[in-house]
Nanobody, 121 residues
Framework: VQLQASGGGLVQAGGSLRLSCAASGLTFSMHGMGWFRQAPGKEREFVAA????????FYGDSVKGRFTIFRDNAKNTVYLQTNSLKPEDTAVYYC???????????????WGQGTQVTVSS
């Protein structure tokens, strides 16, 4: 199983980025997908999750109203649209696949390598 995250970069506060996570080696449409992030010296934080069908989505409190998770099962890809970015959003963002759209890191079986998002003030 491979989860390849991309789309990170350096952006000014208030800007936007779209993160992508391309999956292979698993039946993508049968897995819940999640995004987590980890800043230096901090614990891994839940960002967003989406059910296998896309019908259900969940967000961490710190990103509600600013980030949107969605998926394209035909492309085996999950996305995270990040808007109104803040310096405190700076972190490595990881995508993960699991049997359901959980909000806890241990609910996920497979993890990508992460993509760095840096938001300057």
């Amino acid at each position: 199983v491979q989860l390849q995250a991309s789309g990170g970069g350096l952006v000014q506060a208030g800007g936007s980025l779209r993160l992508s996570c391309a999956a292979s080696g698993l039946t993508f449409s049968m897995h819940g997908m999640g995004w987590f992030r980890q800043a230096p010296g901090k614990e891994r934080e839940f960002v967003a999750a989406i059910s296998w069908s896309g019908a259900a989505t969940f967000y961490g409190d710190s990103v509600k109203g600013r980030f949107t998770i969605f998926r394209d099962n035909a492309k085996n890809t999950v996305y995270l649209q990040t808007n109104s970015l803040k310096p405190e959003d700076t972190a490595v963002y990881y995508c993960a696949a699991g049997s359901k759209a959980g909000t806890l890191y241990f609910e996920y079986e497979y993890w990508g390598q992460g993509t760095q998002v840096t938001v300057s003030s």
